[in-house]
């Protein structure tokens, strides 16, 4: 059984900076993606930012980039988001979630939308007050 579990999430000041973790369970191979996520009160589910396990390419949502890095240690079966000079607007449930089968075995396909996750896990909050 796959399980995704977040941690690192808490209040922080506008300007500082959270490392949220995701540890991963239950996969038997390297072939999956892993996204981050994020909920604010009173909106939709969105993307935040992406890594494939499979060959390790990243991407980001504009609204995060040169300031959230994302990155993988694939001993521990666990991804990190380093998220820098937080913003307000940056309040949320941020959620882990891995998406199956990002490499068919002659192309790597963009996983990177909610509906291609497989996976989720139960969220973790992060408040940045101004």
């Known amino acids: 059984e796959v399980q995704l579990v977040e941690s690192g999430g808490g209040l922080v000041q506008a300007g500082g900076s959270l490392r949220l973790s995701c540890a991963a369970s239950g996969f038997t191979h390297d072939n999956y993606g892993i996204g981050w996520f994020r909920q604010a009160p009173g909106k939709e589910r969105e993307v935040v930012s992406c890594i494939s396990r499979s060959d390790g390419s990243t991407s980001y949502a504009d609204s995060v980039k040169g300031r959230f890095t994302i990155s993988s240690d694939n001993a521990k079966n666990t991804v990190y988001l380093q998220m820098n000079s937080l913003k307000p607007e940056d309040t949320a449930v941020y959620y882990c979630?891995?998406?199956?089968?990002?490499?068919?075995?002659?192309?790597?396909?963009?996983?990177?939308?909610?509906?291609?996750?497989?996976?989720w896990g139960k969220g973790a909050l992060v408040t940045v007050s101004s």
């Open positions: 979630a891995a998406a199956r089968g990002v490499y068919t075995g002659a192309h790597h396909k963009y996983f990177c939308y909610y509906s291609a996750m497989d996976y």
